[in-house]
């Protein structure tokens, strides 16, 4: 089992739609959290980290459940423009301490 | 500059020849990571570097990959003998422990 865990999609929603992301992970010691988005090509690129109270920048608002380790991601008002793979990212604590990705789940905004 | 630097941007190369990948972090950065990417595919976790630690090296594929990191800065991967399965993006990224990484533009390397 993947330490986190993405449903890769692709995600396909007409323009205004609203889209919700899941991502689970499955080690406790996981610290802090985050959202990447990576378009086609290019490299991933830091969207918003994620906290236990819920953050909002936006459109964007992101959520964390400690107890059940889950982070989720929710879309308002897509755009043709939000059309990206989104990356569910987790840094796990300790001695072995680094950022793990989650594979990432593709958003395609149609018209 | 303000951002993870990699170079080269790109890189062909013939098969069994050894290639040097470069990384300059942001300045102040304790965190370095390496990554590659294939075609389609999602992150790979290559190594990790935090402060003077041991590096993380659990994520290198062979023994024909090797990483360092100097004065807590710079980084340079190398792989020996590469391979076409070589082939991908790879990508450094930098942070303070514990935050969220930036990555930068990647290296595409391409073993012909």
């Known amino acids: 089992r993947k330490e986190v865990e993405q449903d890769p999609g692709p995600f396909n929603v007409p323009e205004g739609a609203t889209v919700a992301f899941n991502c689970t992970y499955s080690?406790?010691?996981?610290?802090?959290f985050f959202w990447y988005r990576q378009d086609c090509r290019k490299e991933p690129k830091l969207l918003m980290s994620v906290y236990s109270s819920g953050n909002e920048d936006g459109r964007f608002t992101a959520q964390l459940n400690r107890a059940s380790q889950y982070i989720s991601l929710l879309i308002r008002d897509s755009k043709l423009s939000d059309s990206a793979t989104y990356l569910c990212v987790v840094f796990r604590s300790g001695n072995t301490g680094k950022l793990i990705f989650g594979q990432g789940t593709t958003l395609q905004v149609k018209p | 500059g303000a951002g993870v630097s990699q170079s080269p941007s790109n890189k062909v190369t013939e098969k069994g020849k050894d290639v040097e990948l470069r990384c300059d972090p942001i300045?102040?950065?304790?965190?370095l990571y390496w990554y590659r990417q294939s075609l389609g595919q999602g992150l790979e976790f290559l190594i990790y570097?935090?402060?003077?630690?041991?590096?993380?090296k659990s994520g290198l594929p062979s023994d024909r990959f090797s990483a360092e990191r100097t004065g807590g800065s710079v980084s340079t991967l190398t792989i020996q003998r590469t391979q076409q399965e070589d082939s991908a993006v790879y990508l450094c990224?930098?942070?303070?422990?514990?935050?969220?990484?930036?990555f930068g533009q990647g290296t595409r390397l391409t073993v012909v």
């Open positions: 300045s102040g950065h304790t965190a």
């Open positions: 570097f935090q402060g003077n630690s041991a590096p993380d």
């Open positions: 990224a930098s942070s303070f422990s514990g935050k969220g990484a930036f």
């Open positions: 080690n406790s010691a996981s610290q802090s």
